[in-house]
């Protein structure tokens, strides 16, 4: 990336500190075998980490990635080397290849990176695990999540990864607030995986989508014959979670009837099922989250004060895409990973494309970037010619119904329902399904929601 660019990116990002913005890195032996990189630099030139780090350097020239390898150079001149490298996917990156020395004065390791250094590195004695922190080996990136689809490339989510490893062991709760779209659920799993717990269940739920008269019997079951229609007793959700983890997402939207019910839970570590007469133990760890301000929530007497401090023992805030530059790069090359395998595709991202990505604020966050490069593959777009807002509308599934309805007598009207409907169910998706927040955001009442989705389905379905 350019000088240039690499400032456009910042301003746009509100970006200041260099480790938050992308950088290509190469850590080689003295064969140019490639030993530590990482995402972006796969990015540049079109292949997985994964196959990237099986490679040598000159293998990537031979198979026409590049023209030169600027630390094949620093290894055979013992000296250090910049040049700006074109790769063949556009990218025109300033690289500077620094070998680091043995005592006697052979070639140990050449670290090759886009980021300009101050100095030179040591002569000699230098642990290759320090040279960038913000970058990481196959090993490393097991030990850091990405083995479960938790990408953490900035120093942001680094920091919460090492939080989540200093507290998976114990039962403390913990509340991750961020918003929709940030990967709460990601982090949740996260300790859940690294926690003693792991051998038992991880039940979610989420809090939003339960309508509040079925709330009580979801959360703490009911007995035979509790209401009509009970054939049977069913334990609720609390008891599925015994002796695993508890996952409460969309907090906030829990009725304060069953929030004074779920305190007790909390106190007591026993549950009452609906109809029931007797309290049955249980043992589960409680993981909690939250879009909202929970603390606004409670000096508006919208949500108890007393269980905002039960469950915010350990807080955890994951901020949003827009401030994780390096978490985008990270995603974009898993999602792209994830959905080629899923479809069989080999969609690859040239500079351009990735560069309108970069520079995106993604109010969705993760979601809607999973979203956004799952139609990319599906519909096999080889580059990115909408704005923001038009992606957002889903055109190229307006112009498709449009080419499709151009021999019948569709009317505007339903052309309308239809362009409605599909932003309303983005919207809804960028939420969750959270009606509730998706009307605040599109400025109507939550039934309008649903009936306007209606008159589209009866469009599309001919009724």
Not at 157 to 183: F, H, P, R, W
Request: glycine share 6%; aromatic share 8%.
């Amino acid at each position: 990336m350019k000088k240039k660019a690499i400032e456009k990116t910042r301003n746009n990002s509100g970006v200041q500190d260099i480790n938050d913005l992308p950088s290509t890195l190469f850590v080689t032996d003295a064969k140019g075998n490639i030993l530590i990189s990482n995402e972006f630099t796969a990015l540049t030139i079109g292949i997985s980490l994964d196959e990237l780090l099986k490679m040598n350097v000159q293998d990537l020239v031979k198979a026409g990635y590049y023209k030169r390898s600027i630390t094949m150079e620093a290894i055979e001149t013992k000296q250090r080397v910049s040049r700006t490298i074109d790769t063949n996917r556009g990218f025109h990156i300033k690289s500077t290849a620094i070998p680091i020395l043995q005592k006697d004065g052979e070639v140990q390791l050449v670290v090759t990176t886009s980021n300009e250094y101050n100095g030179k590195f040591p002569i000699f004695d230098v642990d290759p695990n320090i040279l960038n922190k913000s970058n990481k080996s196959k090993e490393e990136a097991k030990e850091e999540g990405t083995d479960i689809g938790l990408v953490a490339e900035s120093l942001a989510m680094k920091q919460i990864v090492k939080v989540c490893n200093q507290i998976a062991s114990y039962d403390s709760k913990v509340l991750i607030c961020g918003e929709s779209g940030t990967g709460k659920e990601m982090v949740a799993r996260y300790i859940y995986r690294k926690s003693d717990r792991m051998q038992g269940p991880f039940v979610s739920i989420n809090c939003a989508a339960i309508p509040p008269s079925l709330f009580e019997q979801e959360l703490f079951g009911y007995e035979k014959g509790a209401f009509a229609g009970a054939s049977e007793e069913k334990k609720g959700i609390i008891e599925l979670a015994n002796d695993g983890v508890l996952f409460l997402d969309e907090i906030a939207e829990m009725p304060l009837d069953l929030q004074a019910k779920l305190l007790r839970v909390i106190d007591n570590n026993e549950v009452r099922r609906v109809g029931g007469i007797r309290n049955i133990p249980i043992n589960c760890r409680i993981i909690a989250a939250t879009n909202r301000d929970l603390w606004k929530l409670v000096k508006k007497g919208a949500f108890r004060e007393d269980l905002y401090y039960r469950i915010n023992v350990i807080p955890i805030h994951i901020p949003p895409l827009r401030n994780r530059k390096l978490d985008l790069v990270g995603l974009i090359s898993y999602f792209l990973a994830e959905f080629n395998q899923k479809y069989g595709e080999k969609l690859i991202l040239s500079a351009d494309e990735f560069h309108k990505m970069l520079k995106c604020d993604w109010p969705g966050n993760a979601r809607e970037l999973r979203n956004y490069i799952e139609r990319l593959v599906v519909t096999n777009q080889e580059s990115i010619q909408q704005s923001k807002e038009e992606t957002v509308t889903d055109w190229f599934a307006i112009d498709h119904f449009i080419k499709s309805n151009m021999e019948k007598n569709c009317s505007l009207k339903d052309f309308t329902a239809i362009v409605e409907g599909r932003y309303i169910q983005h919207v809804l998706d960028t939420f969750n399904g959270n009606a509730t927040e998706a009307a605040k955001k599109l400025g109507i009442d939550r039934s309008v929601i649903y009936r306007k989705l209606k008159r589209m389905d009866n469009v599309l379905g001919g009724k």
